[in-house]
């Protein structure tokens, strides 16, 4: 399980969900699998398939009696299906999975006495920590999504407040303009000049917000 570990975190490493296995026959690695839908653009790309097609060819058989098969998260149909047609001999998994499991949470794909072959199922090794793996991966995107939103909003603020930004440079010009209006006038008529520049900022010009 360990390995199967071990193949999860690289799926973490592509952006993948942590899902790892690892095919064993006896003493013997013969394949190795993780999780990569997204990356592989295949909806069947879980660790489980990758490790299963990976042992088929190692060994040019689509049969793989004796084998076991190590993965991380409990099998969902799709690969319970793949185990029992590879004629996988027992599965070993981790964390249950309660959405999508097939091996007792959801469903329980193995134990339809109707089949022609019947896999050994045991479940629950290393729970604990395969299913922090997932809890922490999940947490992880949850926060870069939140921090995402957070950044768009903040760019959406600042695009809102330099649209507003001109309305305020025409009316600091105009007060610019009034200061050096009055510099010139001052000496002439500097009662009348007054009255006149309270006017202008009580009442927005043409090209000022209402």
Same mark, same amino acid.
């Given at each position: 399980m360990a390995l199967a570990q071990a193949a999860a975190e690289e799926a973490r490493a592509a952006g993948e969900v942590p899902v790892g296995a690892v095919l064993v026959r006896g003493d013997e690695v013969i394949a190795r699998g993780f999780n990569h839908p997204i990356g592989a $653009?295949?909806? @069947? =790309? $879980? &660790?489980?398939?990758? %490790?299963? /097609? %990976? %042992? =088929?060819?190692a060994v040019e058989n689509y049969r793989l009696p004796g084998c076991e098969l190590y993965v991380t998260l409990e099998p969902c149909l799709m690969c319970a299906g793949a185990i029992m047609h590879a004629r996988i001999a027992r599965v070993v998994f981790g964390a249950r999975d309660p959405k999508t499991g097939a091996c007792g949470s959801v469903v329980d794909a193995f134990a339809n006495p109707q089949l022609n072959h019947h896999t050994t199922v045991t479940g629950g090794v290393l729970?604990? !920590?395969?299913? =922090? &793996?997932?809890? @922490? +991966? +999940? =947490?992880?995107r949850r926060r870069a @999504? /939140? !921090?995402a939103r957070a950044a768009a909003r903040g760019e959406a603020l600042a695009v809102a407040g330099g649209e507003a930004h001109p309305g305020v440079q025409v009316e600091t010009r105009s007060e610019i303009h009034g200061e050096a209006h009055r510099g010139a006038h001052v000496e002439g008529r500097p009662d009348e000049h007054h009255e006149g520049h309270s006017q202008t900022r009580s009442e927005p010009g043409s090209a000022e917000p209402l």
């Amino acid at each position: 399980m360990a390995l199967a570990q071990a193949a999860a975190e690289e799926a973490r490493a592509a952006g993948e969900v942590p899902v790892g296995a690892v095919l064993v026959r006896g003493d013997e690695v013969i394949a190795r699998g993780f999780n990569h839908p997204i990356g592989a $653009h295949d909806p @069947s =790309a $879980h &660790a489980e398939m990758i %490790a299963l /097609r %990976a %042992a =088929a060819q190692a060994v040019e058989n689509y049969r793989l009696p004796g084998c076991e098969l190590y993965v991380t998260l409990e099998p969902c149909l799709m690969c319970a299906g793949a185990i029992m047609h590879a004629r996988i001999a027992r599965v070993v998994f981790g964390a249950r999975d309660p959405k999508t499991g097939a091996c007792g949470s959801v469903v329980d794909a193995f134990a339809n006495p109707q089949l022609n072959h019947h896999t050994t199922v045991t479940g629950g090794v290393l729970e604990t !920590e395969c299913g =922090a &793996a997932l809890k @922490s +991966f +999940f =947490a992880e995107r949850r926060r870069a @999504s /939140r !921090e995402a939103r957070a950044a768009a909003r903040g760019e959406a603020l600042a695009v809102a407040g330099g649209e507003a930004h001109p309305g305020v440079q025409v009316e600091t010009r105009s007060e610019i303009h009034g200061e050096a209006h009055r510099g010139a006038h001052v000496e002439g008529r500097p009662d009348e000049h007054h009255e006149g520049h309270s006017q202008t900022r009580s009442e927005p010009g043409s090209a000022e917000p209402l």
